[in-house]
């Protein structure tokens, strides 16, 4: 079994698309960033590659090339998903919080674990999506950025047998 963890954060500004786990939501206001800025799938690729072994995000995508301006980020998760099974590894669990102080994202959760099914290969039961609020405090709490973390354990499929 293998732990990992993932942190991303991105600029809220008004102009931008919102897009959480996959999912354009509405809102006034989008994050800002080289590909589409889902801050909650690259806390997860982060948390898949770390438990890997593999790095980082930033090493795989680096937001200097151009060929990742404006890409979705459920192509760098399948990407991501390519290099761990490569690895030998089988996702097991993936656990995910975001914070934000706005909008409410428990309308769009269970679209938003389908899409993280389809590409992980795993039940959606193996799949937690948390919200929290930052109480109004720092960036986050001033609604001008939003945060996410992941943690995700993998197991090695010499010992799924
Ligand atoms: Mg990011």
Redesign the pocket.
Known sequence: MRIGIGY?I?RLTEGWKLVLGGVEIPYIKGLE?HSD?D?ML?ALCDALLGASGLGD?GKHFPDTDPKFMGVSSMGLLKDVFTMIVKEGFKVHNVDLVLIAEEPKISPFVEKMKDNISSVLKIDKNYIGIKASTNEGVGAVGRGEAIASYSVVTLIEKECLN
Do not use: F, T
């Open positions: 991303d991105h960033g800025a801050v690259h995000i």
